[in-house]
């Protein structure tokens, strides 16, 4: 069973055949830092953006920094450890490849951004000194830390816990705080600002889209096998960690709008957030609690555009690298 307290090793017969060509997806969307150019941004940083938008992308900036690796950590320690099938457990080798390419992107984004050495330390400190950031890095610790001590899940309770831990970071960490910076990036896209950002955003989105799915996957596949665990005291508790992910965003979202940015609000980040939160409640095998529609239109073109754009830029590098063909890769809705 998936969480049984054991090392399950053996691939045949294999018993959860789903994890292993989610795996088999994620390999064919291998990326380098080497691809992206962040030299454009360079000079729109220095020439084009105003103050109120320096002050969004220096955030966005402060919270890049850190978070992938927060998530790496979580994965290690947590989904790692206590979800037995070596199926999932190669998906997650390429994950946590993912999200190393994502702080290796990040670093990039920082050094290029971030010419001053000052404000670069302070980029990697703000988890701990700029609050809207700190609040977002807190919710992750608190659900990282409730599950520090839990070596086996040997109970009802303990396997309870853990599946608030996985859900938390896919819905909440992943599937909220991460969706919400894309928001940003893709709003300065729309407005021809930072196409280097925008690049790697493209990629990052898309793996980030994979390891949500797939963490998805393994919530329903826990749902089968242990149905007593989603209790409605559960799915209680997931809704107001929902709640809280959102208020935590829209902490951050004050932060960043705090100087006012024309076409941005924390009105329609609010109702953007909570029309995400839908979609992860459905993925959760839940109802819809806010019924928000998706109040930005350059995020609805996100959905259905990357994947094109990103395969015609690169098919040909895909098939000669990968074997990889167009309609072989598997995305969740959001693609
Ligand atoms: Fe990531
Ligand atoms: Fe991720």
Known sequence: MLLSPELNLTLRPMQYPQFFKLYKDSIKNIWTTEEIDFSIDYEHLRDKLNPKEAHLVKRLVAFFATADNLVAHNLVLNFYKHINSPEYRMFLGKQLFDEMLHVETYLLLVDNYLPDLAERSEAFDAYKNIPSVKLK????????????????????????????NLICFASCVEGLFFFGSFAYVYFLRNKGLLPGLATATNWVFRD????????????????N?????????????VEAMIE????????????????????????????????????????????????????????VLQDVQPLTNFFEKRVTEYQKGFGASKESVVFNESF
């Open 137 to 164: 890095a807190d919710f992750c610790f608190k659900y990282m830390d409730s599950i520090n001590n839990l070596d086996r899940l040997s109970s009802t309770q303990k396997r309870q816990q853990f599946v608030e």
């Open 208 to 223: 980030e889209t994979m390891h949500i799915e797939a963490a998805m996957q393994a919530i329903q596949a826990i749902r």
């Open 225 to 237: 096998e242990y149905p007593e665990l989603f209790t409605k005291e559960l799915e209680e508790r």
């Open 244 to 299: 809280e992910a959102i208020e935590v965003e829209m902490a951050f979202c004050e932060d960043v709008l705090t100087f006012g940015v024309s076409g941005l609000s924390p009105k329609l980040m609010k109702e953007y957030l909570c029309y995400c939160a839908d979609q992860r409640l459905v993925q959760l095998g839940m109802n819809k609690k806010y019924f928000a529609k998706n109040p930005f239109p350059f995020m």
